[in-house]
């Protein structure tokens, strides 16, 4: 008996993984209009850039939550971002956006 609740306990731990992961493809859908991929971000400074976002991963930046602490390439910094809406920005942001991309992986 006791073994079997070993076993029960240990099971959950992918499916709250695999839930995290779900909730946060959710919401960048609803606040970027795309799962992921090539995304819009804007950091705490204003600026926008493009960078890929993952649910669930994360290689060139730092996690918390539904924020990510990365370098910003239009402004040289680290800062907090958050995926933007590409239909909410102007022609002139979206071509600004599309021109300072992060750091690329190899």
């Known amino acids: 008996m006791f073994s079997f609740r070993m076993k029960r306990g240990r ?3 992918p499916l709250v993984m695999a839930a995290g992961v ?3 493809a959710i919401a960048t859908k609803l606040r970027s209009g795309r799962v992921g991929g090539n ?4 950091c705490h400074e204003a600026h ?3 960078t890929i976002w993952v649910p669930g991963a ?5 996690r918390f939550g539904w ?6 390439p239009v402004g040289r910094h680290w800062s907090i971002v958050t995926p933007v809406k590409e239909a909410d920005l102007t022609g002139r942001q979206r071509r600004g956006a ?3 991309r992060d750091t ?3």
């Open 11 to 13: 099971g959950r731990a």
């Open 22 to 24: 779900l909730l946060e």
């Open 39 to 42: 995304v819009v971000v804007r």
């Open 48 to 50: 926008l850039f493009t």
């Open 58 to 62: 994360s290689i060139k930046s730092l």
């Open 67 to 72: 924020w990510r602490l990365q370098r910003c």
């Open 98 to 100: 599309s021109r300072h």
């Open 104 to 106: 690329r992986i190899p």
